[in-house]
């Protein structure tokens, strides 16, 4: 296997610049926009949906990440248009404070399982993710 110069890796043009697609819903005139996220938006969301605790029997401290919560949080981070942290939207739809709960009662139910569902295809994530992400629908 020949080995690359790491000024020859280093030089080639690689774009870090994010994806994004649009989604088009129907009832909304403008489109949501998503973007795929970095390894450390992953990584911080990852540690915001893990709960630690003590094993009574063990007396360990177990983690324990919930997928679900994982999963609402990378589509409310995949997210770009609309800005779901915005106070004016939130405070429109009753839900201030809480970005998940306000897509939630924005998008119908095959509109959030669609969004789901492109936002994990455009970033990747494991299909066993799938089963855990429609909770996000519910």
């Known amino acids: 296997m020949a080995q690359v110069n790491i000024s020859d890796f280093l030089a080639q043009n ?3 610049e994010p994806v994004t697609e649009e989604v088009h819903f129907k009832r ?5 926009i998503i973007k795929e996220i970095t390894n450390d ?4 969301l990852t540690k915001q949906a893990t709960k630690r605790h003590v094993d009574k029997r063990t007396r360990q401290v177990v983690e324990q990440t919930d997928a679900t919560k994982y999963a609402e949080l990378l589509v409310v981070a ?3 248009q609309p800005n779901l942290n ?3 939207l939130q405070k429109s739809y009753g839900t201030m404070g809480k970005p998940v709960e306000t897509l939630k009662k924005m998008l119908k139910f095959s509109e959030l399982n669609e969004l789901t569902q492109r936002v994990t295809d455009l970033v990747g994530v494991n299909n066993n993710l799938d089963d855990d992400v ?5």
């Open 78 to 80: 995949s997210v770009v």
């Open 28 to 32: 909304f005139k403008s489109p949501f």
């Open 86 to 88: 915005s106070a004016e």
């Open 134 to 138: 429609d909770t996000v629908k519910k």
């Open 41 to 44: 938006k992953s990584d911080e």
């Open 14 to 16: 690689v774009s870090n």
